[in-house]
């Protein structure tokens, strides 16, 4: 008799213990989810540096290659440069 008291309790003990995981769980997931959607607002158009870098627009990068291979003209890639928005730099 004693024992059926006992496992009643311990069933009551787990169910709240899971209860309490459950809690953290999903509080981790707001975090994290906050977390995300923190970063991903801050990864929209990047600004451009003067010497290129981290922080150079992936389209510009293209078009430096491109013209550095010979495949646009200076006409066409200052054309598409100035589309692009990026300033002229005084060197």
Known sequence: MMMDMIGGMGGCMVGMGMMGLLGLLLLAGMVAGLVYLARGFGR???????????????A?????E?????E?????YERRRVALGEREWVR
């Not at 510009?60 to 430096?64: A, K």
């Not at 491109?66 to 010979?70: E, I, K, S, V």
Request: avoid cysteine.
């Open 72 to 76: 646009v003209d200076h006409a066409e």
């Open 60 to 64: 510009l990068t293209v078009l430096r």
């Open 44 to 58: 929209g158009r990047q600004t451009v540096t003067a010497g290129g870098g981290a922080g150079e627009d992936h």
């Open 66 to 70: 491109r013209y550095a291979r010979g």
